[in-house]
C-alpha cells in the first residue's frame, strides 16, 4: 500500500504546490522564484537546506531517526527548470511566463521529491541520511555536470543516487527500470563544405557545395545501417541532419554550405566508430566532387548508465507499490538525453521512468516537448511513495 495515498491531505498540498511551479516556469540557471519556492517548502517542515550549488540548486537534508554502526547515505534528484516554449494549454495552471514552459513535467519531479521530503521528515523510520537533490538546468544547461563540479558529492557523499522520470505513453501505475542504458549521449555536429561559387546557370564552372552537400546527407544515412547490429538496442545510434544553410540568391552557386545535426549514441566505443566514419564520409566525397569538407563535434551529455545492482533496487522498492507486470524490465532505452548522466559518471546510481498516462494529443495528454503537455497530478502521491519506499529500503535498519 503507497504510504501517500491518493486524495490525502499531502497530494492535495502537492497538487498545489505544483501548480504554483506551473504557473511559473523559469529557464536553465534562472530559477529564482522556483527555488525560493522549494527553499520555502522546505523549511516550513523543518527539513534543513543547502542553496547555491550550480546557483538555484537546493540539497535537502533528512536523517534517520534509528543509529546504526554502519549508516547509509543516498541522494534522490529532480530537476526543476523549464522549457523556452509557448504553453498553448488553457487550464487555471498555464503558465504566467510568456514564453517559457513546464513542458517535460520537472514541476512535477519537483513536488514527486518535495512529497518525499515532507513524508519522511515525519517518518524518519530508517536509519541513515538522504539528500534531497533539487537540480537547475537540466535543460541543455548541464546544471548536473556544474553541481558535481562544484562539489555535490564532496559535501554530500552518497553510496548511490537516483533519478526519476516521467514518461508520457506509459500507463498510470507503471515504471520502466532499465538495467543499464536509459538515456543515450548526445554531440553535435558541424560540418562545412566548401566549393567554388559563380553564375548558377554555369554550373560546369563551379564546385557544387550544395550537391555535394546533398551527397553528404545521403551517404551519412547509410553509418548507423552498415555498421552496427540491429539486434541490440543499447549498440544502436542515431545520425540526423537538421539545419542547412546555403546561398542567398536562386541565381548565385554560394562558396560554401553548412550542416548542422545531432548524433546519439550509449557506447562510447560506437560512438568513436560512428565519428570515424562520418568523418570519412565528409572527407572522401568532398574530395570526389572537387570540394573540401570539415567536421567539429561538440559534445553534449554522456550517455545515462544505470548500475544494474541499483537498477534492481529501484524495481524492489516499485514492487511494493505495483504488480510486477507494471514494471517494464525490457522497454527499449531512449535516444534522448539526460543530464543525470554527469552524476551517474561520480556515483552509483540508477534512472526509472514513471508513467504519466496515455498519449490522446489532447492539453495535458502529449508527449514531452509539446506545447500542450501537462504533468499527471494523478502520479503524484505514486511518484512520492517510490522515493519513500526506496529510501525506506536502502536505509533500513
Same mark, same amino acid.
Given at each position: ?43 516550513? +517542515?523543518? %527539513?534543513? %537546506? ?14 534517520? &531517526? ?5 549508516? &547509509? ?19 487555471? +495552471? &498555464? ?26 521528515? $515525519?517518518? @524518519? ?5 538522504? +539528500? ?6 537540466? !535543460? ?38 532499465? @538495467? ?10 558541424? #560540418? ?14 563551379? #564546385? ?24 541490440? /538496442? !543499447? ?5 540526423? %541532419? ?44 568532398? $574530395? ?9 563535434? $561538440? ?6 548508465? @544505470?548500475? /544494474?545492482?541499483?537498477?534492481? @533496487? ?48 489532447? *492539453?495535458?495528454?502529449?508527449?514531452? *516537448? ?25 536505509? &533500513?535498519?
Amino acid at each position: 500500500m503507497q504510504p501517500i495515498k491518493p486524495q490525502s491531505p499531502l497530494h492535495q498540498s502537492m497538487i498545489t504546490w505544483r501548480h504554483w511551479l506551473h504557473q511559473r516556469p523559469e529557464l536553465s540557471f534562472k530559477e529564482e522564484l522556483t527555488s525560493n519556492y522549494i527553499a520555502n517548502v522546505l523549511t516550513s +517542515h523543518n %527539513i534543513e %537546506i543547502h542553496r547555491g550549488l550550480a546557483k538555484t540548486g537546493i540539497v535537502a537534508t533528512v536523517h534517520g &531517526k534509528h543509529p546504526s554502526d554502519n549508516p &547509509k547515505t543516498i541522494g534522490l534528484r529532480a530537476d526543476i527548470d523549464a522549457l523556452p516554449l509557448q504553453e498553448l494549454n488553457e487550464f487555471a +495552471h &498555464k503558465s504566467q511566463h510568456d514564453g517559457h514552459m513546464h513542458a517535460c513535467g520537472h514541476d512535477g519531479h519537483t513536488t514527486m521529491l518535495l512529497g518525499a521530503a515532507v513524508y519522511l521528515k $515525519e517518518h @524518519n523510520d530508517f536509519s541513515g541520511t538522504v +539528500h534531497f537533490i533539487f537540480q537547475p538546468a537540466e !535543460e541543455g544547461g548541464a546544471g548536473g555536470k556544474v553541481m558535481v563540479e562544484e562539489g555535490l558529492f564532496d559535501l554530500f557523499p552518497c553510496s548511490a543516487v537516483y533519478g526519476m522520470h516521467n514518461w508520457p505513453g506509459m500507463p498510470i501505475g507503471t515504471f520502466a527500470i532499465h @538495467n543499464r542504458a536509459v538515456m543515450a549521449a548526445v554531440d553535435t555536429l558541424f #560540418i562545412e563544405i566548401t566549393g567554388k561559387g559563380g553564375h548558377a546557370a554555369m554550373p560546369d564552372q563551379l #564546385i557544387d557545395p550544395v550537391l555535394t552537400g546533398a551527397q553528404v546527407i545521403t551517404a551519412l544515412q547509410s553509418v548507423v545501417s552498415r555498421n552496427l547490429a540491429p539486434a541490440d /538496442p !543499447e549498440e544502436s545510434a542515431v545520425i540526423s %541532419i537538421t539545419m542547412v544553410n546555403a546561398g542567398k540568391a536562386s541565381n548565385v552557386m554560394p562558396d560554401t554550405m553548412y550542416l548542422q545535426g545531432t548524433l546519439r549514441y550509449y557506447d562510447k566505443a560506437i560512438g568513436d566508430l560512428i565519428k570515424q566514419r562520418i568523418e570519412t564520409i565528409i572527407k572522401h566525397t568532398c $574530395e570526389a566532387m572537387g570540394a573540401t569538407g570539415s567536421l567539429r563535434i $561538440e559534445s553534449g551529455y554522456p550517455a545515462t548508465i @544505470n548500475t /544494474p545492482e541499483h537498477a534492481e @533496487n529501484c524495481a524492489l522498492a516499485a514492487a511494493k507499490l505495483v504488480s510486477s507486470d507494471a514494471i517494464k524490465r525490457a522497454m527499449p532505452p531512449s535516444m534522448g538525453a539526460e543530464d543525470f548522466a554527469y552524476l551517474l559518471n561520480a556515483c552509483e546510481g540508477a534512472y526509472i521512468w514513471i508513467g504519466n498516462g496515455e498519449v490522446s494529443g489532447e *492539453h495535458g495528454g502529449c508527449m514531452l *516537448h509539446n506545447t500542450r503537455y501537462d504533468f499527471n497530478n494523478n502520479i503524484l502521491p505514486l511518484g512520492a511513495s517510490y522515493w519513500v519506499e526506496l529510501t525506506r529500503m536502502l536505509l &533500513k535498519y
